[in-house]
């Protein structure tokens, strides 16, 4: 009988990895642009429309690490059509900017690197430590970033707004606070007119047409660029991916470094483990482009240069090196005739994209970091292993699925049977060029992360020496046959696995890779588990709770994260907490509700805790409470907020040659009926 229900059940898995396929429709412009074409009706009216560039962190170098995830922001600018009202004066402070930075750079590499290494200052980039000269350039450069951006007198209005509402409510009080807001208004006026942006224009024009879930992500690996779209606004989609990719000007390219900068000190700097986890993958990678962050080095990031940035451009921004990916309810030939009208357009690149050529060295011996702070205590082991396609690739896909879940064997025996871990996973990360495996755990009571690096070998040791039972492993395919299967049921989440697929292996691996993964057999994994896990091919991590540090676990909600996510968490609901406007929050609530279905599953966990916990800071606001925490660390406004004391009006333009008609580049509403 336990034969016939194996039997019963490899039926069932094969039955389902073998209806998983893709059918995509590919074709390739005369200037080397891929499109990859998916038609469904599943959600109707709806399209998932990207595109990505074959370029990641790994493809930099060390003096411009970060430039790839820049490029990200910057993409989001706009061009001599989109995000300016005058492109004239515009190019004129682009120009101003570039030299006055030229110079900034040119003093920072030279006499503030000198003072550094002679130990007369410690950072060569703090204006703190700036020379008279240093100083008046930078004075320089941000009255004109200020003027670009329509904030010239962004100071003297928010004092004027401090008097206005220091006026006695008397009939005296009232003149005086009328001829305060009458300098207000001229001074707003002035700095609009100066003022060559127009702020979001080009998430706005989106916006208005009906589109949704616009972002942009980088990995090490590619970098990729999506919106959901009405189906009757592909050509909009078309005419403004097209345009920022042929002209593209880098606005605000100087400006948004400070927001990059931000970004880094929140997602790493301010986390309790952040700079540890950013050491330790430097520790662990030795020469492959994997050992610097996806962000940047904090150096690096503050020595681009607009020339070095368009030349990082003119190499792996040009047709050749980009795909465009449409999932949705479309008729091809129609979204064909758009692309190439559009897309047709972009000149191809004279630079080749030069292969990645330096491969990860062998490690030789374990390699051990000791971390103290104020944190939960876990560990962190990694071994080097293979990188996408190799065909152990797959059986270290399948060990790790052995190993995790509810019904995993790290749950069954770390956190269920011995109680010393409140998470444990493994996992194999493969990337284009290398690969490796880890497992993580955190502490659960007075365990340590000693106990849980040598519960781990156990549970390896298992591996190596025993096959997986065929019951256990077959239930582990069975289950990765039907994620593998439900995936692909939503156009967002098929539009993702296809440009990462696409950006490494090829887009037709998503339709070969569940037949892989059920051909692994038990001995395939007691093989990898054997060839990649020795003792010198490790590097462990262990993260222990500084002496005198708070205890975790004030937060349920918190503590019920997966342990990965808990610093981000906290710090996120941190930022959280400064929110004093319940109708921006709602806004923000909104916004995220609207994008709940494209979350990937394995960030729902905190997308809910985030979301719960802005549902309690509008019912705190909204009760009367809720003044922000003094020692809450400060809010951050969006990457691309508008100021607060400037909102102009778009002003009217022509449309863009070659633009769709139904395109208005001032930021209304294409004149074509919506969904």
Do not use: C
Not at 414 to 420: A, P
Not at 421 to 435: L, Q
């Amino acid at each position: 009988m336990r034969q016939l229900l194996v039997l019963a059940s490899l039926l069932v898995a094969a039955a389902t990895a073998s209806a998983q396929q893709v059918d995509v429709q590919e074709f390739t412009l005369p200037n080397g642009m891929k499109f990859l074409l998916i038609p469904r009706t599943d959600q109707p009216n709806v399209i998932a429309a990207g595109w990505l560039a074959k370029v990641g962190s790994v493809n930099e170098r060390p003096g411009i690490t970060g430039i790839s995830h820049f490029f990200e922001h910057m993409m989001f600018k706009g061009t001599n059509t989109i995000g300016t009202r005058d492109p004239q004066k515009d190019a004129e402070y682009r120009a101003q900017q570039k030299a006055l930075r030229n110079q900034i750079n040119q003093l920072s590499w030279t006499t503030q690197y000198t003072r550094f290494f002679k130990g007369e200052i410690d950072d060569p980039w703090n204006p703190n430590n700036d020379t008279p000269e240093l100083k008046d350039l930078r004075a320089q450069l941000k009255k004109v970033m200020d003027q670009q951006q329509g904030r010239s007198s962004a100071d003297a209005i928010s004092k004027l707004k401090k008097d206005l509402a220091a006026v006695p409510k008397t009939d005296a009080g009232k003149a005086q606070g009328d001829d305060i807001q009458k300098q207000i208004s001229k001074l707003e006026l002035e700095q609009t007119a100066q003022s060559s942006i127009v702020k979001d224009e080009f998430d706005q024009i989106y916006t208005k047409a009906g589109g949704s879930g616009m972002n942009a992500f980088t990995s090490h690996d590619l970098t990729f660029f999506f919106i959901n779209v009405p189906s009757n606004k592909f050509e909009l989609w078309a005419w403004m991916e097209s345009d920022r990719l042929m002209d593209s000007v880098f606005r605000e390219f100087y400006s948004e470094r400070d927001v990059v900068h931000e970004e880094r000190r929140l997602r790493t700097e301010s986390t309790p483990t952040g700079r540890f986890q950013e050491q330790f993958e430097a520790m662990f990678w030795i020469s492959s482009g994997y050992s610097w962050p996806v962000i940047g080095w904090t150096s690096d990031l503050n020595s681009y240069t607009m020339d070095g940035a368009m030349e990082y451009w003119n190499t792996y921004y040009r047709p050749n090196n980009l795909v465009g990916v449409i999932v949705g309810d479309f008729k091809p030939e129609e979204v064909k005739a758009k692309i190439e009208q559009y897309f047709g357009r972009l000149e191809p690149g004279k630079v080749k994209p030069p292969q990645v050529v330096t491969l990860e060295t062998k490690q030789m011996a374990e390699q051990r970091m000791n971390a103290e702070g104020d944190f939960q205590p876990e560990v962190d082991v990694r071994y080097h292993t293979v990188a996408l396609g190799h065909k152990d690739g797959y059986a270290l896909d399948m060990m790790s699925e052995i190993l995790n879940g509810r019904t995993g064997r790290l749950y069954k025996t770390m956190i269920e049977g011995s109680s010393i871990a409140s998470s444990a996973r493994a996992n194999y990360d493969g990337r284009k060029y290398a690969g490796g495996f880890s497992f993580n755990a955190e502490t659960k009571g007075d365990s340590t992360p000693e106990q849980l690096e040598q519960a781990w070998y156990v549970e390896l040791k298992k591996l190596q020496d025993e096959l997986v039972p065929d019951r256990e492993l077959q239930k582990v395919k069975n289950g990765v046959a039907a994620d593998s299967y439900r995936r692909l049921q939503n156009n967002f989440s098929l539009l993702v696995q296809l440009a990462f697929a696409e950006s490494t292996l090829g887009w037709k691996e998503l339709n070969e890779m569940p037949k892989k993964l059920q051909a692994v057999t038990a001995a395939d994994i007691q093989r990898v588990a054997k060839t990649y896990f020795d003792a010198s091919n490790r590097s462990v991590a262990t993260y222990k709770r500084k002496a005198g540090a708070a205890t975790a676990g004030e937060d349920p909600d918190l503590a019920a994260l997966p342990a990965p996510m808990r610093a981000r968490a906290k710090q996120m609901a941190s930022q959280l907490m400064q929110s004093t406007d319940p109708a921006e929050l709602k806004q923000g609530l909104e916004a995220m509700e609207a994008q709940g279905a494209q979350v990937p599953p394995q960030m729902k966990p905190m997308f809910d805790y985030m979301k719960k916990k802005m549902q309690g800071r509008i019912a705190e606001l909204e009760a009367g409470g809720g003044a922000a925490p003094a020692a809450a660390a400060p809010a951050v406004a969006a990457p691309t907020a508008a100021p607060a004391t400037e909102k102009p009006a778009a002003k009217a333009k022509a449309p863009a040659k070659n633009a769709p008609a139904n395109a208005a580049p001032n930021a209304t509403a294409p004149k074509s009926g919506g969904q």
